[in-house]
């Protein structure tokens, strides 16, 4: 499964990679930019909150 996730995300991040330079206007480049990190840190934090804290069993 971890690979399937590196797959989709490196063709995702390729695809938005070319939306990023088809783009011309700066202002749209901002907003691709912008939905990017919300989606990141989206991620992020999805992926903290799924991870069990470390340390002894009680």
């Known amino acids: 499964m971890q690979d399937e996730d590196i797959a ?5 991040g390729l695809e938005l990679n070319r939306v ?10 901002q907003k691709i930019i ?9 991620e992020r934090t ?3 909150g799924s991870r069990l804290p470390e340390g002894p069993a009680s």
């Open 34 to 42: 912008e939905f990017a990190r919300e989606v990141l840190q989206s």
């Open 46 to 48: 999805e992926l903290a």
């Open 20 to 29: 990023f330079f088809a783009v011309r206007q700066t202002a749209n480049k």
């Open 8 to 12: 989709l995300n490196s063709v995702l």
